[in-house]
């Protein structure tokens, strides 16, 4: 099935960021356009890159299950990186398929995407401001922007 009218517009977003901000992978993409991203393609899947702990304690992204899932960039809780990453993402994401990483306030992300793009995930896109968004003056996050924030469909378990 053809992506809707849409995807294109966005992933030509994400493509312009890229080229502004000298990325290495397709681009970047708000919390909002990310979401409609993932309406509109439904070849588009996305990864939560937190750790399982911070999914328990703050929360997650709520989407299909088969389309959305996590795969822990640094393992909990010795924060070694998981040397599974990319074959983890691999057995359930197409080279080809639009890719969306999303973690905290976008950083490990913006690495999960580089690793994907540098073997071969064409569609690699990181999901600027991250679940729970950057720090306010208090350094509490979720209050100045990310998913969260943005009333974006998330749950906690």
């Given at each position: 099935m053809a992506p809707a009218p849409i995807a294109p517009q966005l992933?030509?977003?994400?493509?312009?960021?890229?080229?502004?901000?000298?990325?290495?992978?397709?681009?970047?993409?708000?919390?909002?356009?990310?979401?409609n991203l993932l309406n509109a393609d439904e070849n588009a899947?996305?990864?939560?890159?937190?750790?399982?702990?911070?999914?328990?304690?703050?929360?997650q992204v709520s989407f299909s299950e088969d389309r959305?899932?996590?795969?822990?960039?640094?393992?909990?809780?010795?924060?070694?990186?998981n040397p599974d990453f990319?074959?983890?993402?691999?057995?359930?994401?197409e080279p080809h398929q639009p890719v969306l990483f999303i973690c905290r306030s976008g950083a490990r992300s913006?690495?999960?995407?580089?690793?994907a793009a540098k073997h071969?995930?064409?569609?690699?896109i990181?999901?600027?401001?991250?679940?729970?968004?950057?720090?306010?003056?208090n350094h509490q996050r979720s209050s100045i922007n990310g998913w969260r924030?943005?009333?974006?469909p998330w749950e906690q378990h």
């Open positions: 992933i030509e977003t994400a493509k312009q960021r890229a080229r502004e901000k000298g990325l290495n992978y397709l681009g970047a993409l708000t919390p909002d356009e990310a979401w899947v996305l990864v939560d890159v937190r750790t399982d702990a911070e999914l328990d304690w703050v929360g959305s899932f996590h795969v822990e960039w640094n393992n909990y809780p010795d924060g070694t990186r990319l074959a983890q993402i691999a057995a359930r994401v913006h690495h999960a995407a580089t690793l071969g995930f064409e569609f690699a990181n999901v600027l401001e991250g679940f729970e968004g950057d720090k306010n003056e924030f943005r009333g974006l």
